[in-house]
T-cell receptor, first 114, second 112 residues
Framework: SAVISQKPSRDICQRGTSLTIQCQVD?????MFWYRQQPGQSLTLIAT?????????ESGFVIDKFPISRPNLTFSTLTVSNMSPEDSSIYLC???????????FGPGTRLTVL | RKEVEQDPGPFNVPEGATVAFNCTYS??????FFWYRQDCRKEPKLLMS???SGNEDGRFTAQLNRASQYISLLIRDSKLSDSATYLC?????????????FGSGTRLQVQP
């Protein structure tokens, strides 16, 4: 499976600011995904990011709040904009695996908004 | 109704015990099914895919019943290192998107 890294691993931010999270993969992948895991809950898909096209957002998530870039086949960023305490969560990127429909996850970014 | 439902547990079992987890899903169009394992403060890791014919990987056996929309995971001879949250995961059914829907997880604590 691909080796996936995320930066930062954690951050504490003030309300109203924005944070950009980076996801780097050690091999070229077509499909990358961004998830959120709120405290005590399971993962929720935010959006799918394919290189060369606009990200596809899930219901309840909008581009203005979570802009995503996918400049090449090994890198993506997710920005959490105009943060509020409700955005405190772990944000994870994932990539599609070789086996059908499998995904492998980065280590996550733990975000706390004060 | 949640798309993927699991008993949150915790399941507290002694070492060596056999433990079974169940999961139901609501989307009959789901095509692929998985169990992921998530350790505390870590990312989810793929444990195994689940097939209708049933599949086994060492001490782990997974089963899918499409008619009942039911998935199971059996762990035999539990080890302390099996302590984790087990996530039942299904694809959403919209082909090509590979979007996954996660259950809320079942917590297992194996005790010495």
């Amino acid at each position: 499976s691909a080796v996936i890294s995320q930066k930062p691993s954690r951050d504490i931010c003030q309300r109203g600011t924005s944070l950009t999270i980076q996801c780097q993969v050690d091999s070229q992948v077509t499909m990358m995904f961004w998830y959120r895991q709120q405290p005590g809950q399971s993962l929720t898909l935010i959006a799918t990011a394919n290189q060369g096209s606009e990200a596809t957002y899930e219901s309840g998530f909008v581009i203005d709040k979570f802009p995503i870039s996918r400049p090449n086949l090994t890198f993506s960023t997710l920005t959490v904009s105009n943060m509020s305490p409700e955005d405190s969560s772990i944000y994870l990127c994932s990539v599609a695996g070789r086996a059908k429909d499998t995904q492998y996850f980065g280590p996550g970014t733990r975000l706390t908004v004060l | 109704r949640k798309e993927v439902e699991q008993d949150p547990g915790p399941f507290n079992v002694p070492e060596g015990a056999t433990v079974a987890f169940n999961c139901t899903y609501s989307n009959s169009a789901s095509q692929s099914f998985f169990w992921y394992r998530q350790d505390c403060r870590k990312e989810p890791k793929l444990l195994m895919s689940v097939y209708s014919s049933g599949n086994e990987d060492g001490r782990f056996t997974a089963q899918l019943n499409r008619a009942s929309q039911y998935i199971s995971l059996l762990i035999r001879d539990s080890k302390l290192s099996d302590s984790a949250t087990y996530l039942c995961v299904v694809t959403r059914g919209d082909t090509g998107r590979r979007a996954l829907t996660f259950g809320s997880g079942t917590r297992l604590q194996v005790q010495p």
